[in-house]
């Protein structure tokens, strides 16, 4: 079953369209990797799929309705997504901001109840980060915000994950700890749709191989698909330098 589907999708603003044609699916309980270069219209495509954009053309389906037709706090019940990086304004605790996932399943002016409140703790033990329950969000590492992100997607206890480069700025340790997480969310069932500039994390994690340049999709496949050929293309890079650079394609 696809839980994300789109055909000839058209993205952008009203006045500044940044992709065409793209066609996309993401299975059930599977990891698919987006890559492309900065600009070419990856978070902008994941703007549109979570309904923050409308699509300026063609179709998008999640879990086999039409994007249009989902109420939008039904969708966030469906989709969650962790942005690039989030460093947050206000003195809100770490349990304060994963409980914000829990707004998806509140009914309006209400309070999060003790069962919210439970969930949201069991998200932050899952990622191993309960011991900052208390500590300023504003306050504690990079890599440890990213993990409260992934924590705030969980309490929204959806089942598609939507991940905007949720390793960028992580320091090899905490990339490591979200890979490993993202393994983990796979198992228990999660399908997740995934951006990276780091191809030997898509090499990692990935079911599929998605390839977006200049709004257009390029490629997508397997695994096998990420060479050093398709990359070079991809970023505008030499061949022999991915190659050298990349060695594991070989073995992808």
């Known amino acids: 079953m696809n839980v994300l589907e789109t055909r000839g999708l058209a993205i952008g603003y009203r006045h500044r369209p940044v992709g065409e044609g793209i066609d996309l699916t993401l299975e059930a309980d599977e990891v698919l990797c987006l890559l492309g ?8 495509l994941f703007r549109t799929l979570l309904g923050i954009l409308p699509p300026l053309a063609g179709t998008a389906r999640v879990l086999g309705r039409s994007l249009g037709d989902w109420p939008r706090a039904a969708l966030a019940t469906r989709l969650a997504y962790v942005p690039q990086s989030h460093a947050g304004l206000f003195a809100f605790t770490v349990e304060e901001v994963v409980l914000m996932g829990r707004t998806a399943r509140l009914p309006r002016f209400a309070t999060p ?21 208390a500590r300023i969000y504003t306050e504690i590492s990079g890599g440890e915000r990213q993990l409260a992100l992934i924590a705030r997607a969980l ?35 999660f399908s997740i749709l995934m951006s990276t500039h780091q191809p030997e994390h898509a090499l990692r994690v990935a079911d599929r191989i998605a390839l977006l340049k200049a709004g257009r999709m390029v490629g997508q496949g397997p695994r096998a698909l990420l060479t050093a050929d398709a990359l070079a293309a991809l970023y505008g890079a030499d061949t022999a330098e991915v190659a050298h650079s990349l060695p594991q394609l070989a073995k992808a």
Do not use: W, Y
């Not at 270069?37 to 902008?44: A, I, L, S, V, W």
């Not at 932050?124 to 980060?129: N, Q, T």
């Open 37 to 44: 270069p900065n600009g070419g219209g990856k978070t902008t």
């Open 113 to 133: 109840s003790a069962h919210d409140r439970a969930v949201a703790r069991d998200c932050l033990a899952r990622l191993g980060i309960d011991h900052l329950a």
């Open 155 to 189: 309490a929204q206890e959806a089942t598609v994950l939507i991940l905007d480069e949720p390793t960028a700025s992580l320091d090899f340790g905490n990339q490591l700890r979200v890979l490993k997480e993202v393994d983990a969310l796979k198992a228990r069932g």
